[in-house]
């Protein structure tokens, strides 16, 4: 079973980048079944896609936040990140790194998900 | 680009009692459609793909069923742990989630 962690600094300062890392374990960010996807929801909101990437490198954001948004995959360490520049208020929100399945029967769902992490953004 | 709308925001209801929570989308999104738990301070939970397609480990109390626009899960009788979030999902174009509704103790 794939499990998936979340890591990175918790308070930000208007105008910086956030910068997150999803450790997997019980699965590999090289295998073919997986988008590794970031998702994001403010306090009390809904969720919100960020974007995800394959093994390939392939890339997709959501278009909204496209102009801000790096997702990187790290092989050697089994590790996926984001990166988003000019954070303000509004980017205050907990972060979850999940797998999207590319295909079979749960193709388009997001079925594990790490526990979150809280990043606020506050001068 | 496509809309998800929840109804309704708030379900109050008591255990043993029957709860149908509606996702409706703006255009059709076929049946690629997904239905999450989520509780506070948790993650996500998949209850639901591809419309009515229970996820692993999923009690058969909750169902899901549509296609197109309009779709429903239902929890045929509400246990303690169910009172949660319940969020919706469609894959179409980009994974866009709905606004939630709240499904908490009468």
């Known amino acids: 079973q794939v499990q998936l962690q979340e890591s990175g600094p918790g308070l930000l300062k208007p105008s910086e980048t956030l910068s997150l890392t999803c450790t997997v374990s019980g699965g590999s960010v090289s295998s073919r079944t997986y988008y590794w996807s970031w998702i994001r929801q403010p306090p009390g909101k809904r969720l919100e896609w960020i974007g995800y990437?394959?093994?390939?490198?392939?890339?997709i954001y959501n278009p909204s936040l496209k102009s801000r948004v790096t997702i990187s995959i790290v092989t050697s360490k089994n590790q996926f990140s984001l990166k988003l520049s000019s954070v303000t208020a509004a980017d205050t929100a907990v972060y979850y790194c999940?797998?999207?399945?590319?295909?079979?029967?749960?193709?388009?769902?997001?079925?594990?998900w790490g526990q979150g992490a809280l990043v606020t953004v506050s001068s | 680009e496509i809309v998800l709308t929840q109804s309704p925001a708030t379900l109050s209801s008591s255990p043993g009692e029957r709860a149908t929570l509606s996702c409706r989308a703006s255009q059709s999104v076929s049946t690629y459609l997904a239905w999450y738990q989520q509780k506070p301070g948790q993650a996500p939970r998949l209850l639901i793909h591809?419309?009515?397609n229970r996820a692993t480990g999923i009690p058969a109390r909750f169902s899901g069923s549509g296609s197109g626009t309009d779709f429903t899960l239902t929890i045929s009788s509400l246990e303690p742990e169910d009172f949660a979030v319940y969020y919706c999902q469609q894959r179409s174009y980009w994974p866009l989630f709905g606004p939630g509704t709240k499904v908490d103790i009468k």
């Open positions: 999940a797998t999207f399945d590319s295909s079979g029967p749960m193709q388009g769902t997001f079925d594990y």
């Open positions: 591809d419309a009515s």
């Open positions: 990437i394959y093994y390939t490198g392939n890339v």
